[in-house]
């Protein structure tokens, strides 16, 4: 037994931490946002092409693939660090479900391009055509992996409806039910895709909250009144830790679930579900609690807090929210007919 | 990342599976009343004969040299075979791990033993009337006895768990007169049968004695019954919380059993039809198994060698409101039959101690937000 990364995945981990605090900052997740003022859409592909050449791109793509075929449990960190700096690109749709889904559906040409790090792939599994990072991505896919009999469909920009996220960094794209072309893939990959993307969502929530926590304690470090660091008052005190302990009881399950993807066990969705339902629900809170103990600073768009906080009220909706995670769970409980589900 | 356990670990689980399940006494008295403990004892003096009473422990000292894996397996194993709450929790999960800590060769051989075995039964002797949360305002003291080669113990200890039913107490003393706060305590071990020891019992929420007052009054202890040194009480009682707030007092295996009741519980009342309360009883079987994952990454980061330090106040936190909200959960459930006196209801009253022993949830907030997050204090 042993709940821990190994020293290769955790230096992985590391690395890309590196990378995107120094290459990804407030300013660079602002360029994120298409259309905007600050808009950079060139700077930010720019840490894309280094993520690149990290392997990072390719990484869950089977090394028979190009890729380097690493499981979840050595990525999942990965999506925490790009979750942390608000990365405004689609890393976890195209390197953790894109690639081995596209591997999967014997789409090779494209996949040798993802890992080379030429493709970024928008993903919407959900059956609600809505696809996040359309606006900047260079393939989409998009339908129902969770319905009986789902499909999903490749499709090229422009093939979509550009749609305005209050996270401008989503650059959403409404695309019709019947564009593109239908990838082939069976029932279990589709399962599969969609539980990568859930628990890969989960991943970036985590890393999120720890941004805005991180943020937030610092802030009632330095801010002062009546005299004295607000940090002191144990009405923000209690907020901070009670934000803490969430998000340090969501981590664990996060990582479990990940194991029991890579193990293909029996229970994988099971904890899945519970991973995500954790982290909506703590990201959710540790948002809500830092925007408090900022006050009226954080209530602007001036002040970088809204750039990961927006993130976090769309994030933990998409692919599943917490509390359509707790019905798998119950369903896995025997609380519930499987049927019940949908 | 490897969340398999060894062949052994496996015949360690099996083996004792077999002996609990053919072994667990089942509808024991509460551990807190008289008639009761002395049932309690029986099944701790079997755990011993058998060796499952401290199987972390040397083997010299009744144990099993268990690693700490196998001791979390033990206690998943024992929870789940509807095994009673330790009575012998304060002394074998809060004062042996300091014992193993701060003290002398000769201690360890004479008290660990005695312990394990349930002769010497130990109570926890922190709170006073004027010393709850903040317990750095103990006033009881101890006087030097140059002539008896001990000490002199003087003041009053409250809500003292079992008090009345147990041989000894530890706790903190103001060893230097002229010292304030955290300075000038030594922590002792007191057998409680000593003159100038008087133990008055009483009942807590659910009725039961499982309270006590410890009044001292000019109670001589010999010097060995010191622990880790004059004067540093402070350092060595902190070991002692940390023991409290963290793993061993409250393994997952409680919670996971529970949980698991619980959902049993949901399923014959009808829950599935209920949206609402099937919702409440996902929720809190999620946090327990949260709660199994956070301990089986924390001891990961032990057996690696690092402390857990003000982390274990977060385990105090979740573990605490996890017992509550599950046991409210329940009571729920059961609707109209959930005052009558029965496991469901038991559980509830005692789980709504938790946010306040060991230290309260308040302070383990602040705790967390001063040593954890590093916010300023004053
Ligand atoms: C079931 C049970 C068993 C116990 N067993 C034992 C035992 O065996 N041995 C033993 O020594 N003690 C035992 N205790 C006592 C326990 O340790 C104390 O109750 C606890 O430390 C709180 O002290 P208090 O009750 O005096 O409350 P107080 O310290 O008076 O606190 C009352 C309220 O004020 C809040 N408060 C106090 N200070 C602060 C602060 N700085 N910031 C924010 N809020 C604050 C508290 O959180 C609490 O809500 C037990 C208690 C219970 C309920």
């Known amino acids: 037994m042993r709940f821990a990364l190994n020293s290769d995945q955790a230096a992985l981990r590391e690395a890309v931490r590196d990378l995107l605090r120094a290459e990804c900052p407030p300013a660079v997740v602002r360029a994120g946002w298409p259309g905007s003022e600050e808009s950079d859409l060139a700077r930010v592909r720019r840490v894309w092409d280094q993520l690149g050449e990290m392997g990072v791109l390719g990484a869950a793509v089977p090394e028979a693939d190009g890729g380097l075929g690493l499981g979840a449990v050595a990525l999942v960190g990965l999506l925490e660090e790009a979750g942390r700096a608000a990365l405004p690109l689609p890393l976890m749709e195209t390197a953790f479900v894109a690639g081995p889904l596209l591997a999967a559906a014997g789409e090779a040409a494209l996949v040798e391009r993802l890992a080379a790090g030429e493709l970024v792939v928008g993903a919407a599994l959900d059956g609600s055509g809505i696809v996040p990072f359309a606006q900047v991505a260079d393939a989409l896919i998009a339908g129902d992996a969770r319905a009986p009999g789902g499909e999903l469909r490749l499709l090229r920009p422009p093939a979509f409806a550009p749609l305005e996220s209050i996270d401008g960094a989503r650059g959403l794209g409404r695309v019709a039910a019947d564009a593109g072309l239908v990838l082939d893939l069976d029932a279990a990959a589709l399962a599969a895709a969609w539980e990568r993307g859930a628990l890969g969502a989960a991943a970036q929530l985590l890393g999120l909250g720890r941004a805005l926590l991180a943020l937030a304690a610092d802030y009632v470090t330095e801010r002062r009144q009546f005299g004295v660091a607000i940090g002191t008052f144990q009405a923000v005190k209690h907020q901070l830790a009670d934000a803490l302990l969430a998000l340090e009881f969501a981590a664990p399950a996060v ?58 009220w769309a994030g933990a909706r998409a692919w599943g929210d917490a509390d359509w995670q707790r019905t798998r769970v119950a369903a896995a409980l025997g609380l519930l007919p499987e049927e019940a589900l949908r | 990342m490897d969340l398999t356990y060894t062949p052994a670990e496996e015949a360690f689980r099996a083996e004792a599976r077999a002996w609990l399940e053919a072994n667990v006494p089942h509808d024991l008295a509460s551990g807190d009343s008289a008639e009761g403990f002395a049932q309690h004892l029986e099944w701790e003096r079997a755990l011993h004969a058998a060796r499952w009473a401290v199987v ?16 979390l397996i033990f206690e998943e194993e024992y929870y789940r075979a509807g095994a009673p709450m330790r009575v012998t929790q304060n002394g074998i999960f809060l004062l042996a791990p300091t014992i193993f800590e701060f003290g002398t060769q000769e201690q360890q051989d004479a008290l660990l033993p005695r312990m394990a075995a349930a002769e010497d039964l130990w109570c926890q002797g922190w709170s006073e009337p004027g010393a709850g949360s903040d317990l750095a305002a103990t006033k009881a003291r101890a006087v030097r006895d140059e002539a008896g080669g001990g000490w002199r113990l003087t003041g009053q200890k409250t809500w003292t768990t079992r008090g009345a039913f147990c041989t000894h107490m530890f706790g903190l003393f103001r060893s230097d007169p002229g010292s304030e706060r955290h300075r000038g305590l030594t922590y002792f071990m007191v057998p409680l049968d000593a003159p100038g020891v ?42 002692t919380t940390g023991s409290e707030r963290g793993l061993t007092l409250r393994s997952p295996g409680r919670f996971l059993s529970a949980a698991e009741r619980l959902v049993e519980l949901a399923r014959d009342r009808g829950a ?107």
């Open chain 1, 255 to 312: 990582l479990r679930a990940a194991w029991s993807l890579d193990r293909g066990a029996g229970d994988a969705g099971r904890d899945v579900a519970v991973a995500k339902a954790l982290a909506s629900d703590a990201a959710l809170q540790v948002a809500a609690t830092a925007l408090q103990v900022h006050g009226a600073i954080a209530y602007t768009v001036e002040y970088d807090l809204h750039l990961h906080a927006k993130r976090v």
């Open chain 2, 56 to 71: 972390s422990w040397p083997e010299r000292y009744g144990g099993r040299d268990a690693s700490i894996w196998e001791w």
């Open chain 2, 198 to 239: 008087t133990v008055r019992g009483f009942g807590r929420l659910d009725g039961d004695e499982g309270f006590a007052e410890v009044f001292l009054d000019d109670a001589f202890v010999p010097d060995d019954a010191v622990l880790g040194g004059v004067d540093r009480g402070w350092s060595v009682a902190m070991a």
């Open chain 2, 272 to 378: 599935r039809e209920d949206a609402l309360a099937r919702d409440r009883v996902v929720r809190a079987w999620i946090d327990a198994d949260a709660y199994q994952q956070f301990t089986l990454q924390q001891v990961t980061e032990i057996a690696a060698g690092s402390a857990t330090g003000a982390r274990s106040s977060l385990n105090k936190l979740f573990w605490s409101q996890l017992d509550v909200r599950l046991h409210e959960t329940a009571l729920d459930l059961l609707g109209p039959e959930a005052e009558l006196d029965g496991p469901w209801s038991r559980g509830f009253l005692f789980a709504l101690a938790g946010p306040i022993y060991a230290g309260t949830n308040e302070i383990q907030r602040n705790i967390v937000a001063e040593r954890v997050l590093g916010l300023p204090r004053k």
